[in-house]
């Protein structure tokens, strides 16, 4: 009688435990793989589901929500030969659990690997300058090369952020260096583009007053002629007018050495009509 009550307590233990292994409640935003002696069964959905106890086991609860797979930071090397370090985050979400865990052995990391990769791809072929300028255009390219992939393992992708995109601490310290020594050219460039400009308006200057020199002596040279030419008109004698204009000039040489710093003192001679006529003689024998 004792040993009929033990199996019979032994066997309601067996009857609560099974029926309890059998029931199983899904949370929302979750789903259940169940395999049934080792082969893919169905997929649980959030509620109260129903199994084969000791046939039927859960494999894996899947996460049907939004998830967020961050992607580490790592070094990527532009067209340009310039390094430059960036991270993402990714926003998935599983769609098919079933694809998830039998299309790929973990999910997270291809997802992560796929997306470092095709970041690496995309920036390989930009220059530092593309690079650190064209955020959004890598991000929708990133975001429409890994989605097919993606979605072959049951995961669809809500949005790719790009965090970061900067160059390298040696690559920082290379472009300000760079940029100093671009700064001083530029200003070489500016001082000698400013004394070249001081050069031709000082020529300019020079060749402006070259000319109004020469229109001067010819200006001076028409008159004297015309005053000559009036002088002898008027004037029998054919000496004067000679005399009057290489008078004048001797004046006026005369007057030009008397302002010099260097003169100490000058001489004008006592009968100067007869100086002039002196010179002149030479002239009107011939």
């Known amino acids: 009688m004792q040993e009929t009550l033990v199996i019979m307590l032994l066997l309601a233990a067996g009857v609560i435990i099974t029926i309890y292994k059998g029931i199983n409640i899904v949370p929302q935003g979750e789903e259940w793989v169940v395999e049934r002696l080792g082969k893919f069964s169905r997929t649980l959905k959030p509620g109260l589901n129903i199994i084969i106890p000791y046939l039927d086991a859960v494999r894996q609860k899947v996460s049907t929500r939004d998830i967020i797979l961050d992607i580490p930071q790592q070094e990527v090397i532009t067209r340009d030969n310039a390094v430059i370090l960036t991270n993402a985050v990714t926003f998935i979400r599983v769609t098919r659990p079933q694809d998830a865990i039998y299309g790929v052995e973990d999910f997270y990391l291809a997802i992560q690997q796929l997306v470092m990769t095709t970041l690496r791809s995309i920036l390989g072929e930009m220059t530092l300058d593309e690079a650190l300028s064209n955020r959004e255009h890598i991000k929708t390219k990133l975001k429409d090369q890994i989605i097919d992939d993606v979605a072959d393992w049951g995961v669809t992708v809500k949005s790719v952020e790009i965090q970061d995109i ?121």
């Open 166 to 286: 900067s160059p390298s601490a040696s690559m920082q310290d290379s472009m300000e260096r760079q940029a100093a020594a671009e700064r001083e050219r530029r200003a070489i460039e500016t001082t000698a583009e400013g004394n070249k400009n001081a050069a031709i308006l000082e020529a300019d200057g020079k060749l402006e007053a070259a000319k109004r020199e020469a229109e001067a002596q010819v200006a001076l040279a028409n008159a004297s002629a015309e005053a000559i030419r009036l002088i002898s008109d008027n004037i029998k004698d054919k000496e004067l007018p000679a005399m009057f204009l290489l008078g004048d000039r001797y004046i006026n040489s005369l007057e030009q050495i008397s302002k010099s710093q260097n003169s100490k003192f000058v001489i004008y001679p006592a009968d100067l009509q007869g100086a002039i006529k002196g010179m002149l003689g030479n002239v009107f024998k011939r």
